[in-house]
């Protein structure tokens, strides 16, 4: 093809027509250019189509992480819905006549607590890859970010309980026998427990913070499971392809 053109120029030097050598050859540089557009045109197509063909991808793998989270968010409810009734039962213990057997497994119980562990898989590797980026005009990328803020604030909260609470405060506090539990000499427990006024007060303390924490559990991981919810919702409300 350039010798063509090329060929065409000569021919019309020679012949000393210039002015039609001049709109040949402007004419020339607009088909070049044109052809220079069309080229940066598919390229832009095509990689716009990877891009959406990446984000569609990235989109199901924050799906399945966040189908994933919910499980594991109703789970963790669950474990501190188990932990609220059994402070409450613990409560109705010391009301009345004490079973010291039942009284002690329950705050031994209460010495466990949950983990959270979030699904996080696909939002750090879109982090650490730039991958993010992918979403920015989905209208979407705001509402991972802050779900995902949500997610950690919350798992942070919820080990430093565990950590200075449960592990720390609780824990010790059934561990070094503060109601004073004494056993016979076959290891049974014996039922004559008595509490007195200041042990009933150590006691309430304790109980009044493993719920305190169980209560704010529930309701921070309900909003959770909510965010979870919507995020899911809107991811599905993103165009395809």
């Avoid at 592990?167 to 014996?190: K, R």
């Amino acid at each position: 093809m350039p010798r063509i053109f090329n060929s065409i120029r000569q021919r019309l030097l020679k012949e000393n027509r210039f002015t039609r050598y001049l709109v040949y050859a402007v004419g020339e540089i607009v088909l070049v250019v044109v052809g220079i557009l069309i080229a940066l045109s598919i390229n832009t197509w095509n990689k716009s189509r990877q891009d959406l063909r990446a984000r569609a991808e990235l989109l199901d793998e924050l799906r399945d992480d966040l189908v994933l989270d919910q499980a594991t968010i109703a789970e963790h409810i669950q474990w501190e819905e188990l932990f609220l009734a059994e402070v409450d039962s613990a409560r109705v213990l010391v009301k009345g006549r004490i079973d010291t057997d039942a009284l002690q497994a329950l705050l031994r119980r209460l010495t466990t607590r949950h983990t959270f562990v979030p699904n996080k898989t696909t939002i750090v590797k879109m982090t650490a890859s730039g991958e993010l980026g992918l979403l920015r005009n989905s209208g979407i990328e705001n509402s991972i970010v802050r779900y995902y803020q949500f997610n950690d604030y919350l798992t942070s909260v919820t080990n430093n309980n565990n950590l200075y609470i449960v592990d720390l405060q609780f824990g010790p506090f059934v561990s070094n026998n503060a109601l004073g539990f004494g056993c016979d000499a076959d290891g049974a427990v014996e039922d004559d427990l008595d509490l007195d006024p200041e042990k009933r007060y150590l006691l309430k303390v304790q109980l009044d913070r493993r719920a305190l924490i169980a209560r704010t559990s529930i309701d921070r991981f309900s909003k959770l499971k909510e965010a979870a919810t919507d995020l899911l919702q809107r991811i599905e409300q993103v165009p395809g392809e």
